[in-house]
């Protein structure tokens, strides 16, 4: 056997393997290398295109997202507005009331309680009845003719604008339901001093045959009397006009409830003085809570 050729042939055919082998691996790695690089190639194209239409979902959801707070914004931006300009008008809807009633109930109710005072604490009760006034000051010239039916106009006058008010007073100028029924309340109290029969403060008094009342529904009567105009547009008559009619019977005639309680008057006659007094005190309580839901110092 040739040893020596079959060496010389093993060895060129290994190193021939050995070279197909050593070529095999490089166009291997060469081949792993290239798609390698064409999957990572790929994989960026797609995360690029991934990431492109995430940030273009996130941005149509953010301007979504935008549009909706910005309507809901604006929204209540109108609402705000809408609520300002409701406050506004119904401050000057106030307003206009108190400019409608500060004046006119506030002087009836002072007026009345000035008259008050002239009679229970200063004499004029003197000039109710139609008997000379001894006591009368000298250089006052107040008469019986003057001083009774001026009086019974200052009633009239009040019972007129309370009436008108109860009527026509807007409910805006009540906080709660507890300012407007304590008012109501002062109202009716006052009312309830002349008319209340029996009176608790009264039942002590001798000479309860002389007292006398002038009942609730007198009292409006009084008051719409002495109302001139027409609906909402009701007003108080003029101390002028009230003259005119006041001697006229049927005016005369309605009018008597009131003349009964004052006609004479002496503080003898201690139901009709303390009924005069108590009311008295209910007018202050009515007039200091017009002050305060008119809102005057």
Avoid at 1 to 11: A, E, N, P, Q
Avoid at 174 to 200: I, N, T
Avoid at 268 to 277: A, G, I, N, P
Wanted: with cysteine.
């Amino acid at each position: 056997m040739d040893w020596d050729s079959i060496v010389k042939t093993l060895g060129s055919t290994a190193i021939v393997v050995a070279a197909i082998g050593y070529v095999a691996k490089s166009v291997f790695n060469h081949l792993l290398t290239r798609s390698s690089k064409e999957h990572s190639n790929a994989l960026q194209i797609l995360t690029n295109e991934k990431k492109a239409k995430l940030d273009s979902e996130l941005k149509r959801r953010t301007d979504e997202f935008l549009l909706e707070q910005k309507a809901a914004f604006d929204k209540q931006m109108e609402a705000f507005k809408a609520e300002i300009a409701s406050s506004s008008a119904k401050e000057d809807r106030i307003r206009g009331e108190i400019v409608c009633w500060a004046n006119p109930i506030l002087a009836s109710i002072e007026e009345l309680r000035n008259r008050l005072d002239n009679i229970l604490d200063d004499e004029a009760h003197y000039l109710l009845s139609l008997e000379p006034d001894p006591n009368q000051s000298k250089g006052w010239s107040a008469t019986h003719e003057y001083f009774f039916p001026s009086t019974v106009f200052l009633f009239c006058q009040y019972f007129c604008w309370t009436r008108l008010l109860e009527k026509n007073l807007s409910f805006e100028l009540f906080e709660k339901h507890e300012v407007k029924d304590a008012f109501f309340e002062r109202l009716q109290r006052a009312s309830g001093m002349l008319s209340w029969f029996p009176l608790d403060q009264l039942r002590d008094l001798p000479g309860g045959e002389h007292d006398r009342q002038v009942f609730t529904l007198q009292q409006r009567l009084l008051g719409e009397i002495v109302a001139v105009g027409g609906g909402n547009e009701n007003i108080c008559m003029g101390y002028a006009q009230f003259l005119d009619e006041y001697d006229k019977p049927e005016f005369k005639n309605r009018l008597k409830p009131l003349i009964n309680v004052l006609d004479g008057l002496r503080p003898e006659d201690q139901h009709r003085w303390r009924r005069l007094e108590l009311f008295r005190d209910a007018l202050k309580e009515v007039s200091a809570e017009c002050r305060r839901l008119l809102n005057i110092g």
